[in-house]
């Protein structure tokens, strides 16, 4: 069956722009996350979805940044004028159910601010 | 503050030989710990996990001890084979949230040669 997927794969802005970044799900996951990972970092915890409703967004660095899912699959993270510290690779997860079940990860979004 | 820390930044092994990565950890809450493999340009798979309950877990070439007296794990591959070759993160899970939500270690990078 399909994975999680990402898209772009690749985006570069400038400074200041908005930037939306999107990620399917596996059919049928409940649990959503989403990551970044700066360069020479682990991965960074940023928000999480279950269905349609984000109980933990504790890891969103800013006000800038906000996501939604709908429909309990489709979600979107959008970054508000954007910033160079904002470079990342973007990464995306589902699972079956939250906390028990593996993550599943997307191939991630690189997302360049010039 | 780095919960999880992975200090070795790259491994170099012979192919056939063992590899061994390690992680530690300052949260004793944890309760269960992953490993994800990840080569470029694709999202970390996962590759094996333990819980906090137990020492040691198995899967073919692939083996994950736990020292929670030292807050301490690592993965053992035997043997190394070229195709081992990429980035291996280690993650907690965080119980208090009940989200799934997972901390990652920085990475390490093994190289197998052949």
């Known amino acids: 069956g399909a994975g999680v997927s990402q898209s772009p794969s690749n985006k570069v802005t400038e400074k200041g722009k908005d930037v939306e970044l999107r990620c399917d799900p596996i059919s049928g996951h409940t649990a959503l996350y989403w990551y970044r990972q700066s360069l020479g970092q682990g991965l960074e915890f940023l928000i999480y979805?279950?269905?349609?409703?984000?109980?933990?967004k504790s890891g969103l660095p800013s006000d800038r940044f906000s996501a939604e899912r709908t429909g309990g699959s489709v979600s979107t993270l959008t970054i508000q004028r954007t910033q160079q510290e904002d470079s990342a690779v973007y990464l995306c997860a589902s699972s079956a159910q939250a906390y028990i079940d593996t993550q599943y990860f997307g191939p991630g979004t690189r997302l360049t601010v010039l | 503050d780095q919960q999880v820390k992975q200090n070795s930044p790259s491994l170099s092994v012979q192919e056939g030989r063992i590899s061994i990565l390690n992680c530690d950890y300052t949260?004793?809450?944890?309760?269960?710990f992953l490993w994800y493999k990840k080569y470029p340009a694709e999202g970390p798979t996962f590759l094996i996990s333990i819980s906090s309950i137990k020492d040691k877990n198995e899967d073919g070439r692939f083996t994950v001890f736990l020292n929670k007296s030292a807050k301490h794990l690592s993965l053992h591959i035997v043997p190394s084979q070229p195709g081992d070759s990429a980035v291996y993160f280690c993650?907690?899970?965080?119980?208090?949230?009940?989200?799934?939500?997972?901390?990652f270690g920085q990475g390490t990078t093994l190289q197998v040669k052949p």
């Open positions: 949260n004793s809450m944890f309760d269960y």
């Open positions: 979805f279950q269905g349609n409703s984000a109980p933990d």
């Open positions: 993650a907690a899970r965080v119980p208090s949230s009940n989200t799934g939500k997972l901390i």
